[in-house]
C-alpha cells in the first residue's frame, strides 16, 4: 500500500534587528590594531571592546561574548554605567542566541536600570528591543509588540528612520506569527523602502528575507528563492555567519517543494553546521528536524524519526514553543506514514495545543488538519469531520491552497462515510477544483522557475562578458609602449576573444538544440502517458457499464477499484521523472489485471522477477513497459480467441536490467503487414529516443529489440527492453 504523508512544512520565518554593523573581517582586523595600541584603561577602551564585540556578533560568536564581558569588567572599574549598559545589551544579545533566555532578560534589565539612571533614550530604546526580542523567544507576542512599538513612536517623534525599519519589520514578524500575511508583508515592504531610501540596502535584507518567508508559505516558491538568494549573495560577501546559516535554511525550503531533495540537504548541512559554529541552539533545532522532514519523504523512515527525535529534544531544552510545535506536527505526520495513528494523535495535539497558545494560525490549521487524517485512520469520523472543519476554516482565511485542498479530500471522506451524500459530493468537487488549481499553480511555478534559473544564469554571463571587456581596456591600456607591439598584442586578444565567441556560440546552439529535443521527447511522452490509451479507457467504461446493467454488483465493484488504482497510479507517475520499480510492476499487474477481468479477454500472464533483483533498490522511468503489453493485447491476439498468453521477465546480468515480453499471438511480422505502410509506431519511436536520453544521463545501457519468435521455433513476438536505472542501497 502506498504511504500517505503529510504537508511538511518548515520554520522560514526570520528577525532582522538593528545593530552596529556587518560582521567585516577588516573592520575586526583594523579595531583590533587600535586596540592593542590603545594602552590605557579608560572609556575609550570601554567602547573599542564594545564594538568590537558588535562586530564579531555574527562572525566568532565567543568572541563576541569574551569582549563584551572584557567591557563589562572594565566599565564597572571606571563607574563608566553608558559603556557598562552598552555591554549589558552585547551580553544578552549572545546568551539569546545560545537559548539562555533568563541570562539573557538580566542582562536586559540591568542595561535598562543604568540607561534610564543617565536618562539615555537611545539606550532606552536598544533595551527595549533586546526585551522584544526575548519576548518573542519567550512565546509572549502582545509583550513584545508592546515594546517594539513604543520605540516605534519615539523614533517618528525624533525623525529615526533607521530606527523606524527596524521596528516595522519586528511589528511584521508578529503580524506573521498572527496569520495576518497581508499586515506583514505590508510592514516588511515599507521596512525595506526606508533602508533603501537610506542607501542602506544590506540592513533591508532581514525584512526581504520575511517577505521570502510569507511568499514561500503561499506557495509563490521562485518568488522566495529570488529573495533568499540576494539575501545569501550578500551574506556570503560579508561571510556573515549568522546570515548565511539563515539564508540557507529558507533556500532549502524553496527546494524541499519542489522535491529537489539533493539540494535541500545541502543547504540544510550548510546551515547546520554554521549554527553549531555560532552556537545557535534554535536554529540547530530546526535543521534538524528539516533534515527528518527530507528522510520521511524518501521513506527512510528510522533516519528521519533520529533527527525529528533529536530536534525535539533541543527545543524542549530550550523551551522553544514555536519549535516544539513545529517538531511536534513533522513527527505527527512521521508516526502516521509508519502506521502508527495513536503516537501521531499525541504529537498532533502536543502542535494544536502550543500553536493555540501562541495564536499562530499557521501551525493551528496545519495541526488540525493532521488530527483530521488521523481520526480518519481511527475511524473516528466525528473528531475527523469537526478538526477537518476548523483546518479548512483557517486555510481558507489565510488562502493556503494545499491545506484547502487536504482539509476538503478529508470531507469528502468522512462524509461519504457518514452516508452524507450530497456533502461528500460538494467536497469532492472542491477537492477536484483545487486539486487542478494546485496542479496548474505548480505548473506554472515550475515554468517560472526555469525562467527565472536562465535569467540568473544569463546576469551572471553578461557580467562574466562585462568582466572581460574590462579586462581587454586594462590590457590595452597598458600596452600602449609600441604601436607594433600594441597592435599584435590586440591581435592576438582579439583571434582569442573570436575564438571564444565562436566556440560559445557553437555549444550554445548545440546545447539549446539537444535541451529542445529533450523537452520535445518528454512532453510527447507525458502526452502519452497522460492520454493512458483513450480506446482502452473508453472500452474499460463500456464494460464497467455492461456489468452495471447486468447487475454484476461485486464484478463491477472489483474492476471499478482495480480500473481507479491503475488509473491513479498512472496519473502520479506521468508527474516523476523516475519511479521504484515495484511501483512499475504494481502498474503493469494492475494493468493486466484489469484486461483479464472481462472474460472475453481472458489470457494467461506471468511476470517473473529474478532472484537477484531488489524492485524497491530500482528506479526507472515510468510507463516502459505497459504500451508493448498493451500493444500485444491489441494487435498481437488478433482472430486468437484461446490459448493466449503473455510472459513478462526481469533479470539482472551484467550491470543491465533486461525486461522481455513475450505474446505467443501472430507475431511482429504478420502485425506490420496488416499495419498501413505509412503508418509508423509512435510509442516506440518516441520510447527509443527517450531511451537514449535517459541513458546518457544514467550512465547505464538502454534500448528495444522486437523480434519474431518464429526464428527460435515458437509462435508470437518478444520484445526486450534494456531499461536504464538508477540503484540505491536500501
Known amino acids: 500500500m502506498k504511504i500517505i504523508k503529510t504537508f511538511l512544512v518548515f520554520l ?59 567591557a563589562n569588567n572594565l566599565a564597572k572599574q571606571l563607574n563608566f554605567r553608558k559603556g557598562e549598559a552598552r555591554s549589558y545589551i552585547r551580553l544578552s544579545i549572545q546568551h539569546r542566541k545560545k537559548s539562555e533566555l533568563d541570562e539573557a532578560e538580566e542582562d536586559a534589565w540591568n542595561a535598562l536600570k543604568l540607561y534610564e539612571e543617565i536618562n539615555d533614550q537611545d539606550g532606552v530604546n536598544a533595551t527595549y528591543i533586546s526585551l522584544g526580542i526575548l519576548a518573542l523567544n519567550k512565546n509572549d507576542p502582545d509583550k513584545a509588540l508592546e515594546y517594539f512599538e513604543k520605540v516605534l513612536n519615539y523614533s517618528k517623534r525624533n525623525g529615526d528612520l533607521e530606527q523606524q525599519a527596524s521596528m516595522l519589520n519586528n511589528i511584521g514578524v508578529i503580524s506573521h506569527s498572527k496569520g495576518n500575511l497581508d499586515d506583514a508583508v505590508n510592514f516588511f515592504k515599507q521596512s525595506y523602502v526606508i533602508r533603501e531610501q537610506l542607501g542602506n540596502k544590506k540592513l533591508g535584507l532581514g525584512s526581504l528575507n ?9 506557495g509563490k516558491y521562485t518568488e522566495a528563492l529570488k529573495y533568499f538568494n540576494m539575501c545569501l549573495s550578500i551574506h556570503r560577501e560579508d561571510n556573515n555567519k549568522d546570515g548565511i546559516a539563515l539564508a540557507t535554511i529558507n533556500m532549502s525550503a524553496v527546494y524541499y517543494e519542489w522535491k529537489q531533495y539533493d539540494k535541500t540537504l545541502r543547504y540544510l548541512e550548510e546551515s547546520l553546521e ?27 523512515f528510522d533516519k528521519a524519526l533520529d533527527y525529528m527525535t533529536e530536534s525535539l529534544l533541543i527545543s524542549e531544552e530550550i ?41 499562530d494560525k499557521i501551525y493551528t490549521c496545519h495541526a488540525h488538519i493532521g488530527l483530521a487524517n488521523t481520526f480518519v485512520e ?40 457518514t452516508d452524507n451524500y450530497l456533502n461528500a459530493y460538494e467536497s469532492h468537487q472542491e477537492f477536484k477544483i483545487l486539486n ?27 557580467a562574466s562578458i562585462r568582466e572581460l571587456k574590462l579586462t581587454k581596456t586594462v590590457k590595452d591600456t597598458n600596452q600602449n609602449l609600441e604601436k607594433s607591439q600594441r597592435n599584435l598584442f590586440l591581435g592576438v586578444i582579439a583571434f582569442l576573444i573570436l575564438a571564444i565567441v565562436l566556440g560559445a556560440i557553437i555549444f550554445f546552439l548545440r546545447l539549446r538544440n539537444e535541451k529542445t529535443k529533450t523537452q520535445n521527447i518528454e512532453i510527447e511522452q507525458k502526452l502519452l502517458r497522460s492520454q ?40 502520479e507517475n506521468s508527474r516523476d521523472k523516475v519511479v521504484p520499480l515495484h511501483e512499475e510492476l504494481t502498474a503493469v499487474n494492475n494493468y493486466l489485471e484489469l484486461q483479464n477481468l472481462e472474460v472475453s479477454q481472458t489470457y494467461q500472464y506471468t511476470i517473473l522477477v529474478g ?38 521477465e526481469l533479470k539482472y546480468s551484467n550491470e543491465d536490467l533486461i525486461c522481455t515480453i513475450k505474446d505467443n499471438g501472430i507475431g511482429i511480422d504478420e502485425q506490420k503487414k496488416q499495419k498501413k505502410k505509412h503508418k509508423r509506431s509512435l510509442a516506440t519511436t518516441i520510447t527509443n529516443e527517450r531511451l537514449k536520453i535517459v541513458s546518457k544521463e544514467f550512465k547505464t545501457n538502454g534500448s528495444i529489440t522486437i523480434e519474431n519468435r518464429q526464428k527460435f521455433n515458437e509462435q508470437g513476438t518478444i520484445v526486450t527492453l534494456v531499461i536504464p536505472y538508477k540503484k540505491h542501497i536500501v
Open 274 to 300: 554554521l549554527s553549531k559554529e555560532i552556537q545557535n541552539r534554535s536554529m540547530i533545532a530546526s535543521c534538524l528536524i528539516n533534515i527528518g522532514a527530507v528522510y520521511a519523504d524518501l521513506n527512510k
Open 611 to 648: 532472484e537477484n533483483i531488489d524492485t524497491t533498490a530500482f528506479e526507472i522511468p515510468p510507463m516502459l513497459i505497459q504500451p508493448f503489453i498493451e500493444n500485444a493485447i491489441e494487435h498481437g491476439f488478433q482472430n486468437q480467441k484461446e490459448n493466449r498468453k503473455i510472459d513478462i
Open 319 to 359: 523551551n522553544d514553543k514555536a519549535e516544539l510545535s513545529a517538531g511536534n506536527f513533522q513527527l505527527g505526520g512521521l508516526r502516521l506514514s509508519m502506521g502508527q495513528p495513536e503516537i501521531a494523535l499525541k504529537h498532533y495535539k502536543t502542535c494544536l495545543d502550543i500553536s493555540v497558545s501562541l495564536e
Open 532 to 571: 493512458m490509451t483513450p480506446h482502452f479507457i473508453f472500452n474499460s467504461l463500456s464494460v464497467l457499464q455492461g456489468m452495471i446493467l447486468n447487475k454484476e454488483n461485486k464484478k463491477s465493484i472489483l474492476y471499478l477499484s482495480k480500473f481507479s488504482k491503475l488509473l491513479r497510479i498512472t496519473l
Open 210 to 218: 520575511n517577505i521570502g518567508a510569507i511568499c514561500l508559505n503561499q
Open 12 to 70: 522560514v520565518l526570520f528577525l532582522s534587528f538593528p545593530s552596529l554593523s556587518f560582521s567585516q573581517e577588516k573592520v575586526i582586523d583594523s579595531l583590533n590594531k587600535v586596540l592593542l595600541n590603545h594602552k590605557e584603561n579608560d572609556t575609550t577602551k570601554v567602547n573599542l571592546l564594545n564594538i568590537l564585540s558588535a562586530n564579531y556578533s555574527s562572525f566568532d560568536s565567543k568572541k563576541s561574548e569574551e569582549k563584551a564581558q572584557e
Open 436 to 462: 487542478d488549481s494546485l496542479f496548474n499553480k505548480e505548473n506554472i511555478e515550475k515554468m517560472t522557475q526555469l525562467e527565472y534559473e536562465y535569467k540568473y544564469k544569463q546576469a551572471l554571463d553578461s
Open 378 to 417: 481511527l475511524k473516528n469520523n466525528s473528531l475527523a469531520l469537526y478538526h477537518a472543519l476548523e483546518g479548512k476554516r483557517i486555510a481558507d482565511d489565510l488562502e493556503m491552497l494545499a491545506q484547502q485542498k487536504m482539509a476538503s479530500g478529508i470531507l469528502a471522506t468522512v462524509y461519504g462515510r
